[in-house]
Nanobody, 120 residues
C-alpha cells in the first residue's frame, strides 16, 4: 500500500500564495507520476497538475497555468504545489494522487485532501 499525507492548506487572501506538500510512504516504487486534483463544493473533482516521476515532465490545467508550479523531491518521495496569485475560484479541497505502473496498468492512490480557501 501507499500512504499520502498532504499539508500546507489554509486561508489566504486573493493574490496570495500557498505551498502544498504531499509525502508518500509505503510501497513507493514503480511510481509513474504524482499530481494534484481539487474539488470545490458542488463540483466534480478536477485535474490541477501532474509531474512524471522519471524525467520530471509537468502538465497543468489551463486554469492554473502561469500561477501554479508543481515540483518533486524523489529522495523524499514528496511532491509540491506552489500556488501564486490565488483567486477565490481556487477555493477547494486539494487532493494528492500517486499513480504506480503495475502490470501494464496505472494504479491510483489518493490522499485525504487539504482545504485551500481564498478570500476576496
Amino acid at each position: 500500500q501507499v500512504q499520502l499525507v498532504e499539508s500546507g492548506g489554509g486561508l489566504v487572501q486573493a493574490g496570495g500564495s500557498l505551498r502544498l506538500s504531499c509525502a508518500a510512504s509505503g510501497r513507493t516504487f514503480s511510481v509513474y507520476d504524482m499530481g494534484w486534483y481539487r474539488q470545490a463544493p458542488g463540483k466534480e473533482r478536477e485535474f490541477v497538475a501532474t509531474i512524471k516521476w522519471s524525467g520530471g515532465s509537468t502538465y497543468y490545467a489551463d486554469s492554473v497555468k502561469g500561477r501554479f508550479t508543481i515540483s518533486r523531491d524523489n529522495a523524499k518521495n514528496t511532491v509540491y504545489l506552489q500556488m501564486n496569485s490565488l483567486k477565490p475560484e481556487d477555493t477547494a479541497i486539494y487532493y494528492c494522487k500517486l499513480s504506480r505502473a503495475m502490470g501494464g496498468e496505472f494504479v491510483p492512490y489518493w490522499g485525504q485532501g487539504t482545504q485551500v480557501t481564498v478570500s476576496s
